[in-house]
């Protein structure tokens, strides 16, 4: 059984520019949340999607947002990139309710802004 | 506000000894938590979990015990191996908000 899947691992982008991150699910999955991690902030939440509808949306700007497909992938985009938005930025998926049960997370993606 | 807390950001323990990783919330409303382990390059992997309406919860060497009336958490590893360094997070849930509160993690150092 495949874990959760996401791509690339690793990203460098200039300041000002836009990004878009995957993350496939482990099948059957319909919940995916996505978590910004960096040093010394631990893990932050971002937004999370069921059935390609948003239940929930993290503290932060605008320019962070999301979408999950039919297929329950989703993606992730930040737009006019900032060097605090470099992180490592993580996906989870659960069961079908995603309410009460642990997340299985993939590698996360490293984003570096320069 | 929102906080789920580590007492100590670096533990170190002998290989053998046992580890013991606190935690605490502030949310008392919250009905599940969950510790992850993460090793350096990887995603943060599930260990436990346990739910409000339980204490305490056993697992292959590891045992989280839950004080809701302080509202501390911790994660007991017995019998420290090398293969447990890692940084440990506690996750603090409670139902309808569909995210995860997490720390800031402990880094746990064995020595040999």
């Known amino acids: 059984k495949a874990g959760v899947t996401q791509t690339p691992r690793y990203l460098i982008k200039t300041r000002g520019q836009q990004v878009t991150l995957s993350c496939s699910p482990i099948?059957?999955?319909?919940?995916v949340s996505w978590y910004q991690q960096t040093p010394g902030q631990g893990l932050q939440f971002l937004f999370e999607?069921?059935?390609?509808?948003?239940?929930n949306k993290g503290n932060f700007p605008g320019r962070f947002s999301g979408r999950q497909f039919s297929n329950s992938r989703s993606e992730m985009n930040v737009s006019t990139l900032e060097l605090g938005d470099s992180a490592l930025y993580l996906c989870?998926?659960?069961?079908?309710?995603?309410?009460?049960?642990?997340?299985?997370f993939g590698s996360g993606t490293r984003l570096t802004v320069v | 506000g929102e906080s789920v807390g580590l007492h100590l950001p670096t533990l170190s323990v002998q290989e053998g000894d046992n580890s013991i990783i606190n935690c605490a919330y502030s949310?008392?409303?919250?009905?599940?938590f969950i510790w992850y382990k993460q090793e350096s390059g990887k995603g943060p992997q599930f260990i436990i979990d346990?739910?409000?309406?339980?204490d305490k919860r056993q697992g292959q060497r590891v045992t989280v015990l839950l004080n809701k009336t302080v509202k501390h958490l911790s994660l007991q590893i017995a019998a420290t191996q090398p293969g447990d360094s890692a940084v440990y997070f506690c996750?603090?849930?409670?139902?309808?908000?569909?995210?995860?509160?997490f720390g800031t993690g402990t880094r746990l150092k064995v020595l040999a």
């Open positions: 989870a998926s659960s069961l079908s309710t995603g309410e009460g049960y642990g997340y299985t």
């Open positions: 099948s059957g999955h319909r919940s």
């Open positions: 346990i739910r409000s309406n339980m």
């Open positions: 949310n008392s409303a919250s009905d599940y």
């Open positions: 999607y069921f059935s390609e509808t948003q239940r």
């Open positions: 996750a603090d849930h409670f139902s309808g908000t569909y995210k995860y509160i």
